[in-house]
């Protein structure tokens, strides 16, 4: 069984750069068969995609924060990983992992989510 | 890309049958068979419920089927039960490699 699970500091200064792992379990990040995705959800609000990122080290990014990001992969770990930088208050948000099939583009492993909240 | 056009909240009784309505537009929806829906509990993970408009993944209920016209895809739930009740997304691809979600449906189950 697949599984993924977020993790990181839930509280980020800002102006600062947060910084989440996604470790992978029961599947290998090198099998190539999948891009690995970040999502966000602020509080009340919708779902965002964030970016994802292929074994090749192929990145996408949302174009309306791809300057901020940077979705990177530890192949020894089986993990990957989201780096968003400047952030401010409206960056608060839960953060989901998940597995994204390529061609396709549909999300059919999650994380559960962990929460980051911007503030001083 | 924006976002996809969702009803905020929908609503229907034990045993009928309900349907959300996702917009995009001719450069999304419009363009791509690529149209995924998510079923999300707070507080848990979001779970893949159609994918590629109309497919249903394996151990999915058949209850929920999904279709396309034009621009707007449909997530039909039929046979409304109480589990039902959570928040629903749709998810399409955009072109240039990036998939743009709706901003959510609220399910109320009656």
């Known amino acids: 069984q697949v599984q993924l699970q977020e993790s990181g500091p839930g509280l980020v200064k800002p102006s600062q750069t947060l910084s989440l792992t996604c470790t992978v379990s029961g599947d290998s990040i090198t099998s190539g068969n999948y891009y690995w995705s970040w999502i966000r959800q602020p509080a009340g609000k919708g779902l965002e995609w964030i970016g994802r990122?292929?074994?090749?080290?192929?990145?996408d990014y949302n174009p309306s924060i791809k300057s901020r990001v940077t979705i990177s992969v530890d192949t020894s770990k089986n993990q990957f990983s989201l780096k968003l930088s400047s952030v401010i208050a409206a960056d608060s948000a839960v953060y989901y992992c998940?597995?994204?099939?390529?061609?396709?583009?549909?999300?059919?492993?999650w994380g559960k989510g962990t929460p980051v909240t911007v503030s001083s | 890309q924006s976002a996809l056009t969702q009803p905020a909240s929908v609503s229907g009784s034990r045993g009928q049958s309900i349907t959300i309505s996702c917009t995009g537009t001719s450069r999304d929806v419009g363009s791509y068979n690529l149209v995924s829906w998510y079923q999300h509990h707070p507080g848990k993970a979001p779970k893949l419920i159609i994918y590629?408009?109309?497919k249903s993944p394996s151990g999915v209920s058949n209850r929920f089927s999904g279709s396309k016209s034009g621009n707007t895809a449909s997530l039909t739930i039929s046979g409304l039960q109480t589990e039902d009740e959570a928040d629903y997304y749709c998810c399409s691809y955009a072109g240039g490699s990036i998939v743009v979600f709706g901003g959510g449906t609220k399910l109320t189950v009656l």
């Open positions: 998940a597995r994204q099939y390529p061609y396709y583009h549909y999300m059919d492993v």
């Open positions: 990122i292929y074994i090749s080290g192929s990145t």
């Open positions: 590629e408009v109309g």
